[in-house]
């Protein structure tokens, strides 16, 4: 096998010096003798010196005939009249022969050494900062090699994805055994791209794919491809996929393909040829160019796959697309028990508590739960992680920092309190199935005065008609509460009125839920997910539908609002109660609430 060695300084600065030292040993000098001004004389009265050239130091000359082997000689001028007085008095006389090699090797050999190292040096430094490495290794592969010893991850650590795993494990097969699958024709896709939101764990996938494998795993990120020089990126491409079927059976790995695969034509740049579009174009040429019975599999991850080129996705390149979504309950009591071995946990705390109280968390959402968990332990000085900590843990990441500093005057925490004391009375009355987490009036994050937290005991993928009403009447509970006590509204439930507006909107446009409007499909299109690449657009309707769907939307939004402020009524006092003591405590806890739920009148159901 063929090894590649990156281009060195070192090398060349060697290769002079050999020359130079092959020059002094070798060369004219090497059949020069250094002889004294006497020698000289002695063999021009001899006869042995053919011919001399004079300059205004040295005497250059050739003997008749070689002596000692050698057939040239050098010796210093020197005056004449002292020459004629040394040898009058009988004294050896000579000047001294300054070497002058090295000294001229030096004179040329180090400006131009000099030079080269301070553009050397510079250009380093230019190229670090660009991200375009060493001298010669612009148009490398930057693909990070590891193999399974290294990567230390396999389908053990992996949970919450079991389908998208078991579709991978069909890849480790065929890297372990490819005459199993070939023995009736079968070929593996060349390409399996993972796509699904952030934090799924489609990268840990790919690595762990990696481990069980035990082959060379090449992985790099998309926008590493991407530099400022045109052409670079292209050449990058075509030493990965070399070095992968050097070393094949391999692994390609490419994290965040949206960087790189971005559809063709669309953005300020459609039609030119830049160096994305051209890395783009090289990276399916590969793709054409390559056969899976070398051994060498692709995999690609991203989060955003409506924006691919229709290219990339075509049969014979990324043949095969697996959904990697966010875990269901089950799911995220797999990958919370990964986790939770890292850390003190309590032995009678249920981890299906706290799965339960996680629902559309992803699996580094997870992870950083976990360590948000331990970390609350750890300020209040506990030996274990327990419940309350989890419980913590979530609300910080979900509601944000307490912010306990923040001063707020005694009637602006009276608004807060009413506010959010509507929220959860109405919820305790529209979904009991579903307890209130808490109430507070802390202040926490950028801009919430006070929170409430309900979240769902279980995942839920359809929703009614009369479930999104209800929603939508928690919601605006809120500012039902505020014009109810105080007779008039704040700001407070601006967020309020953006999501229940949402939901509204999603019923007349998208749902058919309105008589009004009908059963029409009148959201802006939105591109398909993993088809073609399309723009989004809207419906063609005309001012007298928009006219009629805003009048659904209203028509929504104010039945709500009358359904929360008459749910209020009947419990006026209660509210005020539970009110009150939320000022004085700040936060009521779940089992608080649960007094007042009881104390709750029960409206009928529209």
């Known amino acids: 096998m063929e090894k590649k060695h990156q281009f060195n300084f070192a090398y060349l600065v060697i290769a002079l010096w050999a020359i130079v030292l092959f020059q002094y040993w070798f060369g004219p000098a090497a059949q020069r003798a250094d002889i004294s001004y006497s020698q000289f004389e002695t063999y021009l009265q001899q006869g042995k010196i053919k011919q001399v050239a004079v300059d205004d130091r040295y005497i250059h ?3 008749k005939d070689a002596i000692e082997g050698k057939t040239r000689f050098i010796t210093p001028r020197l005056e004449i009249a ?23 090797v030096i004179s040329w050999v180090a400006p131009t050494l000099l030079f080269l190292f301070g553009w050397f040096f510079l250009f380093r430094r230019f190229a670090d900062k660009q991200g375009m490495g060493g001298l010669m290794s612009i148009g490398k592969s930057r693909a990070r090699v590891m193999v399974e010893k290294s990567t230390g991850v396999s389908f053990a650590d992996v949970a919450g994805v079991d389908e998208a795993k078991q579709e991978l494990v069909e890849v480790v097969q ?56 045109v052409g670079v990126g292209a050449a990058r491409v075509r030493d990965l996929f070399e070095q992968a079927k050097e070393q094949a059976p391999a692994i390609i790995f490419i994290d965040e393909l949206d960087a790189l695969g971005r559809a ?31 051994g060498v599999i692709i995999l690609a991850a991203t989060n955003r796959p409506e924006i691919l080129d229709p290219a990339l996705l075509r049969a014979g390149r990324f043949d095969r697309q697996v959904l990697v979504d966010r875990p269901d309950k089950i799911g995220r009591e797999q990958i919370l028990r990964v986790h939770l071995q890292k850390i003190q946990l309590d032995p009678a705390l249920d981890v299906a508590t706290v799965a339960a109280l996680t629902t559309g968390f992803t699996g580094a959402d997870l992870a950083n739960l976990v360590n948000e968990a331990a970390i609350v332990a750890t300020r209040r000085n506990g030996d274990k992680v327990i419940l309350d900590d989890f419980v913590s843990a979530i609300e910080r990441i979900v509601a944000g920092l307490e912010k306990r500093n923040r001063l707020i005057n005694p009637n602006e925490k009276s608004i807060v309190a009413h506010h959010e004391m509507g929220h959860a009375l109405v919820g305790m009355l529209l979904n009991p199935n579903q307890p209130i987490q808490k109430v507070s009036v802390i202040p926490r994050g950028i801009g919430a005065l006070g929170y409430t937290i309900q979240r769902p005991s ?37 967020d309020d009125l953006v999501k229940a507006t949402d939901i509204a909107r999603a019923m007349v446009l998208r749902y058919g839920m309105s008589a009004e409007v009908g059963l029409q499909s009148l959201e802006m299109q939105q591109p398909l997910f993993l088809e073609q690449n399309q723009m989004p657009m809207n419906q063609d309707h005309g001012p007298q539908m928009a006219e009629r769907i805003s009048h ?4 929504l939004l104010d039945v709500a609002i009358a359904r929360a402020t008459e749910l209020l009524q009947q419990n006026v006092v209660l509210l005020k109660d539970a009110a009150r003591q939320l000022m004085q405590k700040e936060t009521l806890n779940e089992q608080e609430l649960k007094e007042f739920s009881q104390q709750l009148r029960q409206p009928p159901r529209p």
Do not use: W
């Open 458 to 494: 279980e995942d839920r993928y359809l929703l009614s008609s009369q479930e999104l009403r209800d929603r939508m009447t928690v919601l605006l509970a809120g500012r039902a509460a505020e014009q109810l006590i105080f007779n008039e509204v704040t700001t407070g439930a601006a």
């Open 174 to 229: 065929f890297l372990k055994e490819p005459e199993h699958f070939r023995r009736l024709g079968a070929r593996i896709p060349k390409g399996v791209l993972l796509v699904g939101p952030p934090g799924t764990g489609k990268t840990l996938l790919a690595r762990a794919v990696a481990g069980e494998a035990k082959v060379p795993f090449f992985s790099i990120s998309g926008s590493e491809f991407i530099e400022m020089f």
């Open 61 to 63: 000359g050739e003997f």
């Open 264 to 294: 063709r034509g669309i953005g300020p740049v459609a039609g030119g040829h830049d160096e994305r579009e051209q890395t783009l174009n090289q990276l399916l040429a590969e793709m054409d160019g390559f056969n899976t019975a070398v």
């Open 552 to 555: 659904a939307v209203g028509a």
């Open 82 to 104: 002292l020459a004629d007085k040394l040898a009058r008095h009988q004294v050896e006389y000579t000047g001294v022969v300054q070497d002058t090699f090295l000294a001229s």
